[in-house]
């Protein structure tokens, strides 16, 4: 099954307490992106990934890293939470429109629901 | 600082009729067009796209585009109950290479 799989789905943690959210997908994608949820404010991009060892900045990239080193990975890490980082978290990936073939959809993960206190 | 603007409702419509939501964007170099779906607590699922002016439809769905105005809308004939939920516009920024989302529409069908 297609699927893009993030883990974990829920974590309680405290400020200052380094985490990594695990992204995993099986589609063979190239491009991959974390987007963050906040009430009214939509998904906003945190950084995204062409291809393996190419990242990039999104709108808010501020508190977060990330790596590629596979194809299929793509974890997000937080080297010291704070609790502006509460929020909801997209791991996706797909075909940009704009390589040959590709549609532009993206793939969501089911989520991570993140708390900082 | 790229934009896609949405009226976050709800828009509420009785079962039976067409839901109109619209979309407007702020990056004449965007080309490409996305509606997605996202019931509460789950993640975003594409409907449609579109690239062209025009009209494009897809069952009981249809996207609308014009480039000239700078917006996007999408009609849902039939409106079902099952239709409740949150419908996100995207713009492809051509110069990230990456969808700029919309804050979503909440939509309800009335039964």
């Known amino acids: 099954e297609a699927q893009v799989t993030q883990n974990p789905r829920y974590l309680i943690t405290v400020t200052g307490k380094k985490l990594t959210v695990t992204c995993s997908q099986n589609m063979n994608h190239e491009y991959m992106s974390w987007y963050r949820q906040d009430p009214g404010l939509g998904l906003r991009q945190i950084y995204y990934s062409m291809n393996v060892e190419v990242t990039d900045k999104g709108d808010v990239p501020e508190g977060y890293k990330v790596s590629r080193k596979e194809k299929r990975n793509f974890p997000l890490i937080l080297e010291s939470p704070s609790p502006n980082q509460t929020s909801l978290y997209f791991c996706?990936?797909?075909?940009?429109?704009?390589?040959?073939?590709?549609?532009?959809?993206?793939?969501f993960g089911e989520g991570s629901r993140l708390t900082v206190l | 600082q790229k934009e896609v603007e949405q009226n976050s409702g709800p828009l509420s419509v009785p079962e039976g009729a067409i839901a109109s939501l619209n979309c407007t964007y702020s990056d004449r170099g965007s080309q490409s067009f996305f509606w997605y779906r996202q019931y509460s607590g789950k993640s975003p699922e594409l409907i449609m796209f579109i690239y062209s002016n025009g009209d494009k439809e897809d069952g009981r769905f249809t996207a609308q585009l014009n480039k000239a105005s700078q917006y996007v809308s999408l009609l849902i004939r039939d409106s079902q109950p099952s239709d409740s939920a949150t419908y996100l516009c995207a713009g492809e920024d051509t110069g990230r290479r990456a969808l700029t989302f919309g804050s979503g529409t909440r939509l309800q069908v009335q039964p």
């Open positions: 996706a990936s797909g075909h940009p429109s704009y390589i040959a073939g590709g549609t532009g959809e993206l793939f």
